[in-house]
């Protein structure tokens, strides 16, 4: 078990690695945090899959902070925990089954999440699907019903054999995948804001202690959610410029690096396209609330007005 990696690794890691192609998304300083031309804060703990498998590693989890610039809502914070697993198998343990390698080690994975997820939640419903992932073939991704939605908890899938070639394991196979933990926690105790993990109210922290899930295992408490404190909405009209860079990612950047962990959401609510300017103009709601405390209007209107103003200069945008 590897938790004490570094965040800051080298796009080869990141990316190159687990063959993410050139012009991926995932690359672009939209998604990804760069630190310089070629070094990001990891977007996944996949970034680590190469390099201990190149030391000898063969069964091995990777727990950290992982980064990305994202939208905003309850279920996504620009920095979250994931856990990565993998297991290589043998040729030995290959030729043992009737089934063919890639069959045998899919089919090995899947008994052995749904187990996890058995262990964790008890009975839960939840769904494959399928799933494109770079650096594995096939692709799967795990969803348990939350919340009335579809949550997504782990992605995974046998791993691409030109990674394995990479690190001279040319007879063996393997299984991959990264689950996010903040998700499973949310899922395990109800916790409705992933904003939750990162306040200092008691009246969150006190309800957890270390070690308490192997105690109570899936039949442990729920946490007991406090009353929320009111929310207050404030909505800004734009026309995008011209040829326009703007992108939502960037918007939510913004309005987090001015109101911090005040966010609750940021939502698209109104798109309009003028035919004869052939301009378009958008309309984002913000949410703002706080974890731990009652906000004032006046603060809330200096955070807004900060947010018009940067849009402007930054996203070169037109107030409406
Ligand atoms: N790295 C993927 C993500 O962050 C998750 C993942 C998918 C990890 C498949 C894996 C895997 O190891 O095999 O979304």
Known sequence: ????????????????????PEGHVSRSR???????????????????????????EKKFLVAGDVYRRDSIDATHFPVFHQMEGVRVFAKSEL???????QDFVSQELKI??????????GEVELRWVDAYFP?????????????????????????????LNEASLVDEEAWAFGLGL????????????????????????KQFKA???????????????????????????????????FTENNLCEIVRSTAGNLVEEVKLIDEFHNPKTNQVSNCYRITYRSM??????????TLQDDVRETLVTSLGVTLR
């Open 211 to 245: 070690g308490m899930f192997r105690s109570g295992g899936h039949n442990m408490q729920k946490f007991k959610s406090y009353s929320k404190y009111p929310p207050c909405y404030k909505d800004v009209s734009f026309w995008l410029p011209d040829g326009s860079k």
């Open 292 to 301: 731990d405390r009652s906000l004032t209007d006046e603060e809330i209107n």
């Open 1 to 20: 078990m590897f938790d004490d990696l570094h965040p800051v690794v080298s796009t080869y890691d990141n990316f190159d690695s687990v063959l993410v």
């Open 95 to 101: 030729s043992s089954t009737e089934l063919t390698p």
């Open 30 to 56: 939209n998604d990804t945090y760069y630190v310089t031309e070629d070094r990001v804060l990891r977007c996944h703990t996949s970034a680590h899959q190469l390099s201990l498998l190149k030391q000898g």
């Open 112 to 121: 052995m999440l749904e187990g996890l997820a058995k262990h964790l939640f």
């Open 182 to 205: 903040e998700r499973l926690a949310m899922v395990l105790f109800d916790i409705p804001d992933i904003r939750l993990f990162w306040t200092n109210d008691e009246r969150f922290s």
């Open 135 to 163: 650096f594995t073939d096939p692709s799967y991704e795990l969803e348990i019903f939350f919340n009335g939605e579809w949550l997504e908890v782990l992605g995974c899938g046998v791993m691409q054999k030109q990674i």
